[in-house]
């Protein structure tokens, strides 16, 4: 048989059960008064919950009337517990308009809030998530990402969308037990990394680029992408003092994740450690920032040499695209990505080369 624990959604004054103790004993408030050395006053508020019963008065009143001490403290306890909840509730109620403000559709489509749940559980939750006490500490908390956002401003992007897909991935990164930052081990691991471009498998490349960044450092996760947010990339440093590249699938292409993540490496390398560098769609226009460049610049040479750039031009068949490819040891759809960039051929030329990635199950 199946037995579940009694959980009230209520709670009495513990006024209301001295007052019945009081009924039993015949023992009138002002008779107790006298046995505990308190007034009546003190007794008659405690009766009607005005003052709460503290532990030197659970005392006294054990002595009084034989309930013991720990009885009274429970029941105070409980009580104010429960008053504070009600205070709580009401003060949610008068802030659930945030929840206009936040990807909701998405969190729960992520198991992040529960499926049914009233708007004020549902705040809660979300609270909870983002891991701030109420409105104000939330809004402090999205000041202080703004401050530090380093994004396009010509994208209908959400900053409340871009704080919930960041909390995913400082969630994330939490569980990866990353070694020192150390620079120059994070330049060799991106050489191996490099070479996991030619991997199609998640359950291969995921798990390895990961463990590659961690020895160095670096915390590497991929998260799915949040409605709203507009977000393939991003990167910051933590208060480990360790650095975080957050990346998305929000295209699905390899060639655009790769190139994405050795953007992001080197705003691990060069960038400021108090800055949050997050990548948008169509974000190559004259908004485009310097630190911005750079690091288009490093990921395209990185991937693809430089003094190797003028081979593209002579590619004219998937097979030299193949061939191309192994010669450089990365995945071929990432030379049909950067011929497609740069015109050289249509952008419905090659796409069966280019991979679709998909997240692994160790993924957040």
């Known amino acids: 048989m199946t037995t579940y624990p009694f959980s009230p959604d209520y709670a009495t004054p513990p006024g209301w059960t001295l007052e019945e103790k009081l009924e ?3 023992m009138s408030q002002a ?8 007034s009546t006053k003190h007794i008659n508020q405690i009766v009607r919950g005005k003052v709460p019963i503290t532990t030197e008065v659970a005392w006294r009143l054990e002595r009084a009337t034989g309930v013991p001490d720990r009885l009274w403290n429970n029941l105070e306890s409980r009580y104010q517990e429960h008053q504070a909840r009600l205070a709580e509730e009401a003060d949610l109620a008068e802030q659930v308009d945030l929840l206009e403000l936040l990807p909701i559709a998405s969190m729960v489509k992520l198991g992040i809030l529960t499926k049914r749940a009233d708007r004020v559980a549902r705040l809660r939750e979300a609270f909870a998530f983002l891991g701030v006490s109420d409105r104000p500490a939330w809004n402090a908390t999205l000041d202080n990402y703004r401050v530090a956002f380093r994004k396009s401003q010509a994208h209908d992007s959400n900053d409340g969308a871009i704080a919930v897909w960041l909390r995913m991935g400082e969630l994330a990164a939490s569980h990866i037990d990353c070694a020192p930052w150390s620079p120059d081990r994070f330049r060799e691991a991106l050489i191996a990394v490099r070479a996991l471009t030619r991997e199609t498998d998640p359950a291969v490349w995921h798990p390895a680029l990961v463990a590659e ?3 160095a450092g670096v915390c590497v996760v991929v998260t799915h992408e949040i409605e709203g947010a507009r977000t393939h990339g991003a990167t910051r440093w933590l208060r480990s003092g360790r650095p975080l590249i957050q990346l998305s699938l929000r295209f699905r292409w390899s060639d655009i ?13 060069d960038g400021s450690k108090r800055a949050i560098y997050i990548e948008q769609p169509n974000g190559d226009g004259e908004d485009r920032s310097e630190e911005e460049r750079q690091a288009d610049e490093f990921a395209s040479n990185f991937l693809i040499p430089k003094q190797r750039t003028r081979v593209l031009r002579t590619i004219g068949s998937l097979d030299d695209v193949e061939l191309f490819a192994a010669d450089l040891g990365i995945h071929p759809g990432i030379v049909v990505g950067r011929l497609q960039h740069e015109d050289i051929w249509p952008h419905t030329h090659g796409n069966g080369l280019r991979q679709r990635l998909t997240l692994s199950a160790s993924a957040a």
């Open 24 to 26: 039993e004993l015949s």
């Open 213 to 215: 960044c961690a020895a």
């Open 31 to 38: 008779e107790l008064a006298r046995r505990t050395g308190l």
């Open 257 to 269: 994740f790769w190139f994405t993540f050795f953007h992001e490496a080197k705003h691990v390398l």
